[in-house]
């Protein structure tokens, strides 16, 4: 992922210049994606990038650190802000496009949890976006986003031209993750007609007081969302 704690080229400078170490190390990964044979789906931005209360002050696009943008969801509409985001395209693409297991470009992680999130300004972004991105890539790699509910995004899923759709998933409300990856799986793909992906899936999302996942020692979790996910017509088993 193109977070603020790895990989961020853009992060740790001023909008529209690149950090050459975060881009080695990215380099050093996708090497070893093809050592492995595993194939990267890269994530370009995290939600917390555009939310006050997470990674906003850091952002190089917040007016603060001398970027355009004087709120978070301006990012979606403000020219200058799209022109920066597509110049950093035209970098990825030139440097890392001639790899072959790089599966994918994912836009967004989870980009209904970003400050004054608006369906439209966001489903606009997404397809001008991703016009762009196959303008310039001359491999036609794969591009998609992710939300951080499996009910969310059916604006954007519909009309952005995105190759695939894709779901994150968690309990602890959800007790049957076979069941409910199996059945999200089947609604996706009758409703948008392409191919679909969990993204992400857990026992449960938390980190503090008791998560699900100390008590499935066993791993029963992890096993019914790698099963259940290709047996139900995913392209790929679920990612935990």
């Known amino acids: 992922m193109d977070g603020p704690w790895a990989f961020?080229?853009?992060?740790?400078?001023?909008?529209?210049?690149?950090?050459?170490?975060?881009?080695?190390r990215l380099d050093y990964i996708l090497r070893l994606a093809e050592e492995k044979g595993i194939y990267l789906m890269l994530c370009l931005v995290n939600h917390g990038q555009l939310?006050?209360?997470?990674?906003?002050?850091?952002?190089?696009?917040?007016?603060?650190?001398?970027?355009p943008l004087s709120s978070p969801?301006?990012?979606?509409t403000?020219?200058?802000?799209?022109?920066?985001?597509?110049?950093?395209?035209?970098?990825?693409?030139?440097r890392y496009a001639y790899s072959t297991h790089l599966l994918a470009g994912e836009f967004f992680n989870e980009v209904e949890l970003t400050d004054n999130?608006?369906?439209?300004?966001?489903?606009?972004w997404h397809k001008e976006m991703a016009d762009y991105l196959r303008s310039?890539?001359?491999?036609?790699?794969?591009?998609?986003t992710s939300f951080g509910g499996p009910r969310e995004g059916d604006l954007i899923w519909r009309t952005s031209g995105l190759d695939f759709t894709q779901t994150h998933m968690y309990g602890p409300d959800v007790k049957d993750l076979a069941e409910a990856i199996s059945r999200e799986i089947k609604r996706k793909?009758?409703?948008?007609?392409?191919?679909?992906?969990?993204g992400e899936f857990g026992a449960d999302w938390r980190?503090?007081?008791?998560?699900?996942?100390?008590?499935?020692?066993e791993g029963v979790k992890i096993h019914e969302g790698i099963w259940a996910s290709p047996m139900s017509g995913s392209f790929g088993t679920a990612m935990l």
């Open 207 to 217: 980190w503090f007081d008791p998560p699900l996942y100390y008590k499935d020692k």
């Open 136 to 144: 310039i890539d001359p491999y036609k790699h794969l591009v998609t």
């Open 189 to 198: 793909l009758s409703t948008y007609g392409k191919p679909t992906l969990f």
């Open 78 to 94: 403000d020219s200058t802000a799209k022109d920066l985001f597509k110049k950093r395209l035209r970098y990825l693409v030139s």
């Open 8 to 24: 961020a080229v853009e992060w740790n400078n001023k909008a529209g210049k690149y950090d050459l170490k975060e881009a080695w």
């Open 51 to 67: 939310r006050e209360s997470d990674n906003w002050s850091g952002n190089p696009y917040n007016k603060a650190s001398g970027g």
């Open 117 to 124: 999130y608006n369906p439209s300004n966001v489903a606009n």
């Open 73 to 76: 969801e301006k990012f979606f």
